[in-house]
């Protein structure tokens, strides 16, 4: 059962790893939410390279890496349904750092 945990924990990663590569500025209008509402004129006052480089692809590598290495240790000390209800706790604080992190945002 742990195997199953770990091949699960590494196939979420590849979407984590798939935002980080494929959202680039020309595309982010259509992928990133708040960027895609934003009117015409904010979106040239915001700097996307910026934010693209110094947070989101950053974020959601480290997102990739996290998701299986966070399974290592809840695996080897808990049982199986102890170790699934963990470790979807861990998983969503990788996504409030993130959140602070695009509203702390300045370049």
Do not use: H
């Not at 959202?23 to 006052?45: C, D, Q, V």
Request: with cysteine; hydrophobic share 50%; charged share 15%.
């Amino acid at each position: 059962m742990a195997t199953t945990l770990l091949l699960s924990a590494r196939l979420l990663s590849l979407p984590y790893l798939a935002v980080a590569f494929v959202i680039t500025p020309t595309n982010a209008r259509y992928f990133l939410a708040g960027y895609n509402a934003m009117s015409e004129e904010k979106r040239r006052a915001f700097d996307i390279d910026c934010y693209l480089r110094g947070v989101c692809r950053p974020c959601f590598k480290k997102l990739a890496l996290f998701s299986p290495l966070s399974l290592l240790a809840p695996t080897t000390l808990l049982e199986t349904e102890d170790t699934m209800v963990v470790w979807s706790i861990i998983q969503s604080r990788p996504f409030i750092w993130f959140v602070w992190r695009s509203y702390a945002f300045q370049c």
